[in-house]
């Protein structure tokens, strides 16, 4: 009936504080975008560079804390062609959020700070730090960014959703600000995008709020939002790790149609290795702030090089496990504020010789595609541009 | 059978008042948990599964009374739960905890890590003072793969995994008898995965303890339940052995669940082999007919549509709400 009578205080017609990207009032704003643009970066290693939507290169995002510098992400390349899926695989606490969210420019900063860098989107350099240069684009370039090329689906969707408004608002108001859609427009469509991540009866969930929805509702809500401004670069960290396997096939499906449809590049964060082999073209594994493997789908599985990714893969309990207890890798991940010295697996790799204890592994090259940070597979050394060109080579 | 259960469950109910109006009048209920009934035997694990939002945590959230019960009873190591006054209820909190679906929203983001943990050891007096807490405190997050040092930070200046790991330590700290473990793992990556469910294996091994694992991860279903229950919009539509269950699953929703779960073989990319089911989810505000599963059942007959199947007990121990269970 006249459901909207309850809700005078909440719908303000110019009440926008709720938008996302409104949250975000503590990053990085340094804005000498004016100034200069740099031109973008070179392209990684043998890939045409019109084919690259996203290039990482050197990434580094510390957090400042009382107990120390937590090197959350700590010179990290990689990079995702037009319409290409890359998984992001790791133990808790690698830093796969953090780096993710440096790309968005989510970090909370201070205490977080980038430290170091390149990040390319689409041609276009949205960050340059080294030793001479400290470049970031705008925060409000960046706003417009995230709200027209890059979606965010967090992992945590109640960090995002803002738990006094009612769901119609909270989908809405992005669709308002940057697609110039009317309220009730943007009502209607709110309710289509529920019904697109199959949420039941969305005209009643849209006027909920958002703790009476279950976690994977939440989590769709989350989705419905991101696939709404048809993003070029959607970054989706755990986005179905409160489905059920149904539910969660049915939005993957969907994240692929937004793929084929429009060449959307996805950057999938998750820990299910299951969805990763379904969706992926191509893995990067992150360790300890490192990437130590990035590989093709297919090598990823068939022959996995770094001892933590063979680890990884030898952990995943299936549908014919019939053993009594779980393979885990032994030890524990290292803490980020104080690394060991070498290669941060080393304490716990079975392969781990002296020259690990002490020199970190560059990266190998395997084949044109597959790398590996670990001196015991072998293969071409490579140096990689950031080493060279940011900090001439690994800090000890 | 009963003599062994620790948690007795009958025809437990919890409806959600659907308001609207200036005046907030009810217009209708959110069936979130309608009739379940089941037990679970002391140091066992029972499984549940189930799409989203049929039901799971409701459930759990309903057995604690942490959320008020429509109907039905709770029966916990022989105490009613539900008549339960609220100075006794207090003291079976220690025995009876909760993993939180949502670590985000679970966990007070201006205490640090070492009171979150530690706050009910205190309460309850189950550490004489402050320096030995922190020594509690350290050995049971260290136990779940958090540093001692990391006991100073605040919830977020944690990763979400590292902050799923500080909700199963604060529910490990005082030592219960039973836990709800509401998608307690699903954050972790494998490997920290496998080593907090060989934790919960080995407690349960050496102290007994009992849960209810909520996962909508098949295969760690498989690895830890003894006993699996599988709900569809707030009906329990088949209960079982986790052999039986995985084995041989005769409730047609069951099946399109099971076939659903995603291959870890690349070579099996884009579904092949899935049940896909038809039709669109239905809401519990507005359930189904007869079965609630009609609307998306392949087997579905007039009789579906119309009466409520009940739930018949097919072998000892497995039970199924299909009017055709015997013919599939
Ligand atoms: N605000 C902060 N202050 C200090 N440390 C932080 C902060 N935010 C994150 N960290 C630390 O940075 C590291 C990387 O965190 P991140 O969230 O990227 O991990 P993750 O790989 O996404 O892990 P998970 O799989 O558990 O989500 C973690 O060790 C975390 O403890
Ligand atoms: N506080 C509440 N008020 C009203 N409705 C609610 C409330 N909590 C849950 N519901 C509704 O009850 C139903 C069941 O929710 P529940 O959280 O138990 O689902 P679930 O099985 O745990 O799902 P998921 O796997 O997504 O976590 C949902 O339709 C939800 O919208
Ligand atoms: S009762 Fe009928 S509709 Fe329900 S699952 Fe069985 S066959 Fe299908
Ligand atoms: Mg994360
Ligand atoms: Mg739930």
Redesign the pocket.
């Known amino acids: 009936m006249n459901e909207n009578l309850n809700s005078i205080n909440s719908e303000n017609a110019n009440d926008v504080t709720n938008d996302i990207n409104n949250d975000l009032s503590n990053v990085d704003d340094v804005d000498i975008g004016a100034m200069m643009v740099p031109e973008s970066g070179m392209p990684t290693v043998g890939q045409k560079k019109e084919d690259i939507l996203l290039d990482v290169k050197g990434l580094k995002t510390f ?1 400042y ?1 009382s107990n120390g510098t ?1 090197r ?2 700590n010179d990290v390349d990689f990079y995702v062609r037009k319409g290409e899926t890359l998984g992001l695989v ?12 440096s790309l968005a420019r989510i ?2 900063t201070p ?2 700070k980038f430290e170091g860098g390149e990040i390319t989107l689409d041609g276009r350099c949205l960050m340059r730090i080294n030793e001479d240069e400290r470049f970031l684009i705008s925060e409000k370039e960046m706003r417009s960014i995230r709200g027209n090329e890059i979606s965010y689906i967090f ?1 945590e969707p109640m960090t995002s959703l803002n738990p006094v408004f009612k769901i119609s608002k909270q989908i809405s108001e992005p669709m308002i600000l940057h697609r110039g859609m009317s309220k009730k427009e943007a009502h209607k469509e709110s309710i289509r995008l529920l019904e697109l991540v199959k949420i039941p009866n969305p005209e009643r969930i849209v006027n909920e709020y958002p703790f009476r929805l279950s976690g994977g509702m939440r989590q769709r809500v989350m989705i419905a939002m991101a696939l709404a401004c048809e993003p070029k670069l959607l970054i989706a ?2 986005p179905t790790t409160a489905l059920d396997v149904t539910v969660q096939a049915q939005v993957l499906d969907l994240m692929n149609e937004l793929k084929e449809r429009i060449n959307t590049s996805i950057v999938f ?1 998750t ?1 299910d290795l299951g969805v990763i082999a379904e969706m992926c073209d191509r893995v990067v594994v ?1 360790y300890a ?1 490192k990437v130590v493997e990035s590989s093709p789908i297919e090598d990823l599985f068939s022959s996995p090089q770094h001892p933590y990714t063979q680890g990884l893969i030898s952990s995943k309990p299936d549908l014919v496990t019939t053993e009594k207890r779980l393979n885990v890798i032994p030890g524990s ?1 290292p ?2 504020t104080d690394l060991p010295p070498g290669c941060p697996f080393h304490p716990r790799c079975y392969k781990a010789s002296e020259r690990c204890k002490v020199e970190f592994p560059p990266s190998h090259r395997l084949t044109d595609e597959h790398l590996v940070s670990c001196w015991e597979c072998k293969g071409e050394e490579i140096v990689s541009v950031s080493e060279t060109t940011l900090e001439g080579g690994e800090p000890a | 059978m009963n003599d062994t259960a620790l948690l007795e469950v009958k025809n437990l109910k919890k409806y959600f008042p659907i308001q609207a109006g200036i005046i907030r009048r009810t217009v209708g209920h959110v069936k979130a948990v309608d009739g379940l009934t089941f037990n679970i035997k002391r140091g066992k694990t029972m499984g549940l599964v189930g799409e989203s939002g049929c039901g799971k945590s409701t459930t759990g959230r309903t057995l604690l009374r942490l959320l008020k019960a429509t109907e039905g009873s709770v029966t916990f190591d022989g105490n009613d739960m539900l008549a339960m006054d609220r100075s006794k209820l207090r003291a079976f909190r220690t025995r009876m905890q909760i993993i939180f679906q949502d670590p985000y929203s679970s966990l007070n983001p201006r205490l640090p890590v070492s009171e979150i943990v530690g706050e009910a050891m205190m309460q309850h007096k189950m550490v004489k003072n402050k320096r030995e807490m922190k020594e509690r405190v350290n050995e049971i997050i260290s136990k779940c793969g958090l540093f001692a040092e ?1 006991a100073l ?1 605040y919830p ?9 790991r500080i909700c199963i330590a604060r529910a490990l700290a005082v030592n219960p008898e039973f836990i709800v473990c509401d998608e307690a793992v699903s ?3 494998v490997s ?1 995965q496998s080593q907090i469910i060989n934790l919960l294996k080995d407690l349960q091994d050496e102290m007994g303890l009992t849960y209810l694992f909520i996962s909508h991860d098949l295969s760690v279903v498989k690895f830890i339940s003894d006993d699996v229950g599988v709900m569809y919009v707030g009906h329990l539509v088949e209960y079982g052995s986790r052999d039986k269950i995985f084995a041989n699953p005769i409730h047609p929703y069951t099946k399109a669940l099971l076939s659903a779960a995603p291959s870890f073989d690349p070579a099996a990319r884009g579904g092949k082999g899935r049940i896909v089911m038809e039709g669109d989810v239905p809401s519990p505000a507005n359930p189904p007919s007869g079965c609630r599963f009609h609307t998306r059942c392949p087997h579905v007959e007039p009789i579906c549509k119309e009466t409520v199947p009940e739930n018949r007990e097919l072998e000892p121990g497995h039970f199924v709400m299909c009017h055709k269970a015997e013919s599939l």
Do not use: N, W, Y
């Open positions: 957090f804390t937590v959350a992400v790791g133990e808790s606490g690698c830093g796969k959020s953090i780096s993710s969210m970090v909370e205490p977080g992992q960290d755990e964060i820990h992150m702030g991940v803490d980020l | 990391q930070r977020h200046q944690f990763s979400g995994g590292q902050r799923q954050a972790l990556d920290i």
